[in-house]
């Protein structure tokens, strides 16, 4: 799909009146050859001469105007209004210009004047569109790790939309449909009212843990902090007792702890982390939202990397669950995100292991020692296992490695028993992991980039159920086999990887996570340089 194109600086708009013959040269009008060519017309031609959308636009409709006749009054209004209301989905402002368009409206006492008041009306409009229907920013140019496919829609197509639409509706129709976004939005106005407030108050000063039974300066802190958060009700209490362990543990699950109701370092950091930064990561999970902004399946499965857990959402709603482990910090283990489509599963697998992972992880190991790793196999280009103790792996590199290495089916394969395939060519799955131990901990980045699952028999089990009555008796079948099958799924099913901070349910407070790999500090910056501003973030 195309994009955007020309998005100057809407005074600079207002001013170019400079007569172009190039552009007459676009001119395709609709009757005869001889058809009268107007001032208006040529305007349009001329200010949209550097924009083959908007320009295809009025060539497509005759050049009849939409925005400056005297029958446009309406989606003038509606314009003036959303312009003025694009903070509150947290927009860069300064892109769309209320002010300064109704004074290039007003002032267009002339054909010529008209004709650039329209082109500038159709940019800001275009400009706005795009930003609230898809995002501010092109991710993949900002974050490496943001494989995602932005969905952009056809300027022209949604110049043609918006004329033939009741305006109020069609602009507000742009965001995101659904819960999310708006209870996202909701969060955001929340923060800017707490922030303008003066926030929660002082932090918890110190790094040593606090626990019930506590007492002292801290513990004031802590109880005078959580109750500006909303976690706990006013009281002179000021001991470490029930009603504050009661608060810290809700606390911690809203924000991904452990919920032993004991203020550790962990605990302490996110307590701490101030409404401006929260406030930045809701700005930044809505530019997210818009993203993916369409369809993502009436079942499908969602990863959130930050949240350490994969789910499966039928119409709606959770119906499973499971933590998951995802890539370690590293620069070439963190998981990337994107979307693709489930298609099989495969039972008792083998894992061929990436050569990258190879020449990290192994090679070192077998030249210390040929025998290193005896779980693998080595095999040659003619498919055979090939004795250790033939090769000299001295000299040997990623480039000249000439074995794939694979480690056969079975509880200790590093796959473990089952693994779930939708097909990418980032080489990313779920699976199984002999490691059980991972899942306890608080932050799970242990992997390769591939995502572990905690209980990934019953998250088989809830994928089957569609093809299968009996679910459970047709995997333990194939497990107990011990042969390597591959299941294929009737109904493929979207997977969905994401990264958010900030996320909301349906019911209680909006969850908290940390940027685990300092993605969204980085997008937070882009946004500020694409200009979103407000008060309660400035200073």
Request: aromatic letters at 8%; hydrophobic letters at 40%.
């Amino acid at each position: 799909m195309s994009r955007f194109k020309g998005r100057h600086a809407p005074i600079k708009l207002l001013q170019k009146l400079v007569f172009s013959m190039s552009a007459l040269s676009m001119l395709t009008l609709s009757g005869t050859a001889k058809a009268q060519v107007t001032g208006f017309m040529q305007s349009i031609a001329e200010a949209a001469a550097e924009d083959r959308d908007i320009a295809a636009f009025y060539r497509a409709n005759g050049y009849e105007d939409i925005f400056t006749g005297a029958d446009d009054a309406a989606r003038r209004i509606a314009l003036y209004r959303a312009f003025a209301k694009a903070g509150d989905h947290g927009l860069p402002t300064q892109r769309y210009h209320p002010d300064a368009l109704r004074a290039a409206f007003e002032g267009a006492s002339s054909q010529r004047a008209r004709g650039a008041a329209e082109v500038a009306a159709a940019r800001m409009f275009l400009d706005y569109a795009r930003d609230l229907n898809t995002g501010v920013l092109e991710p993949g140019k900002i974050v490496d790790g943001i494989k995602r496919q932005v969905p952009r829609h056809d300027p022209v197509d949604l110049l043609t939309a918006f004329a033939a639409a009741e305006p109020v509706a069609y602009l507000a129709g742009l965001a995101p449909d659904g819960h999310e976004y708006v209870r996202l939005q909701r969060e955001m106005l929340r923060l800017q009212q707490v922030i303008a407030k003066d926030g929660w108050g002082r932090g918890v000063p110190g790094s040593s843990k606090l626990e019930p039974g506590d007492s002292g300066d801290r513990v004031i802190a802590l109880r005078d902090r959580l109750v500006r958060m909303g976690y706990l009700a006013r009281t002179p209490d000021r001991n470490y007792g029930n009603a504050l362990q009661a608060a810290v543990q809700q606390f911690q699950i809203d924000h991904g702890l452990l919920a032993d109701g004991v203020t550790g370092p962990s605990t302490l950091e996110q307590i701490n982390t101030s409404a401006q930064q929260r406030l930045r990561s809701v700005l930044v999970a809505m530019e997210r939202e818009r993203w993916m902004n369409g369809p993502r399946g009436d079942r499908h499965v969602l990863v959130n990397i930050t949240d350490f857990h994969a789910r499966i959402i039928d119409d709606g709603k959770e119906t499973f669950r499971t933590r998951s482990v995802v890539g370690a910090r590293n620069l070439d283990k963190r998981t990337p995100e994107f979307s693709d489509t489930m298609e099989h599963m495969v039972i008792n697998p083998t894992w061929n292991v990436p050569r990258s992972i190879v020449a990290r992880d192994y090679l070192p190991n077998f030249k210390r020692n040929p025998n290193a790793n005896s779980y693998l196999k080595l095999i040659d280009a003619s498919g055979r296992v090939v004795p250790r103790d033939t090769i000299d792996f001295s000299e040997m590199t990623e480039r000249n490695f000439p074995f794939d290495v694979k480690q056969p089916p079975g509880r200790r394969n590093a796959l473990g028993l089952v693994k779930f395939m939708f097909p990418n060519r980032h080489n990313i799955y779920l699976h199984d992991t002999p490691d059980k131990h991972l899942f306890k901990r608080e932050r799970r980045t242990y992997s390769s980039g591939c995502i572990r699952l905690n209980d990934p028999f019953d998250f088989a089990y809830a994928v089957l159920a569609r093809q299968t009555n009996d679910p459970k008796a047709l995997f333990h079948s194939i497990l107990d086999s011990g042969r390597e099958t591959t299941v294929e799924l009737e109904q493929h099913i979207p997977v969905h990887l994401i990264y958010r901070t900030a996320f909301t349910v349906a019911k209680g407070n909006v969850q908290y996570r940390a940027d685990i790999y300092g993605r969204d500090a980085r997008l937070f910056d882009a946004l500020q340089a694409a200009g979103v501003a407000m008060p309660a973030l400035q200073g």
